[in-house]
């Protein structure tokens, strides 16, 4: 039985290679249950591959990951009642509505229709996707496709979200929305961990953070301690290395 001492996750020692690449290598994470932990790195640095494995959906080559103590690749039925995941890329059923999305999936994770259909409507409503009604989930923008899959990972009451840029593509309006439905999800005890590229907003809504690059993790900890006395896009730029390009070549762009 999972119990409120275990992190939301632990990972040990995750690894993945595709072909002769090393994508993700020997990551050990840990995120404090209640915590809203900031995933970041630069783009190929792993994040989207660690989530994956850490969630139940991409099998790791090596190592392991807990959701409050369950583990992920042994209990993964168990694991996964415990977690609401919007992945990257967020494959849906593209020719169902919002509404039929919702109730299909609810159903399908055994809540009872009238709980469904009570979370749909709310959720809609809140995420500002009841206009769409009548809408196709194919003929979604990608930032309503954020929101759908978002309303997907929360129908169930998960203890855990884990959610691969939420932010991206959302308007600010929404985006402000999305804030605050994770804001109270911590404050209720829940546990969230996001991936951005967008250092100000991580900074905003996490009280926690891990820097992963080129597949390892080189900072991790209360968002205090990795970024120092710098803001966290510093810290950032010095843990990752910075490559400041776009000073030379490319003169064909300014010789006319
Ligand atoms: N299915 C795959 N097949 C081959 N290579 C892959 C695959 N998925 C990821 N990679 C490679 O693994 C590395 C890590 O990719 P990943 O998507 O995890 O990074 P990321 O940190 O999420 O990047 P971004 O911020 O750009 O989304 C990259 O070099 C990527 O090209």
Not at 20 to 25: E, F, G, L, R
Not at 34 to 54: E, R
Not at 79 to 89: E, M, Q, R, S
Not at 204 to 222: E, K, L, N, T
Request: glycine share 10%; net charge negative; hydrophobic share 45%.
């Amino acid at each position: 039985m999972p119990t409120n001492r275990e992190p939301a996750l632990r990972t040990t020692g995750l690894r993945k290679a595709f072909g002769d690449h090393v994508a993700v290598d020997d990551i050990h994470l840990t995120v404090p249950a209640g915590s809203f932990y900031g995933l970041v790195g630069p783009n190929g640095a792993g994040k989207t591959t660690t989530l994956a494995m850490a969630v139940g959906l991409l099998r790791p080559d090596a190592g392991s990951a807990e959701i409050f103590g369950v583990d992920v690749w042994r209990d993964t039925v168990q694991a996964k009642g415990l977690i609401g995941v919007l992945p990257d890329g967020n494959a849906m059923p593209e020719r169902l509505t919002g509404r039929e999305v919702l109730t299909y999936l609810g159903l399908l994770r055994g809540l009872q229709p009238a709980v469904v259909a009570e979370r749909t409507d709310e959720l809609l409503q809140i995420l500002e996707l009841d206009s769409a009604e009548r809408t196709l989930v194919i003929e979604y923008s990608t930032g309503m496709r954020k929101k759908i899959g978002l309303a997907v990972a929360l129908l169930h009451a998960p203890r855990l979200l884990v959610l691969d840029e939420p932010f991206e593509a959302v308007d600010p309006v929404s985006a402000a929305t999305i804030r605050t439905i994770l804001r109270r999800f911590t404050a209720n005890g829940g546990s969230v961990i996001i991936s951005s590229h967008v250092m100000a907003l991580v900074e905003q809504v996490c009280d926690h953070v891990g820097v992963i690059s080129d597949g390892r993790v080189v900072a991790a900890g209360p968002l205090a301690d990795v970024r120092g006395a710098a803001t966290l896009e510093d810290a950032f730029v010095d843990l990752v290395g910075a490559r400041a390009g776009g000073t030379e070549g490319l003169a064909w762009l300014t010789s006319s």
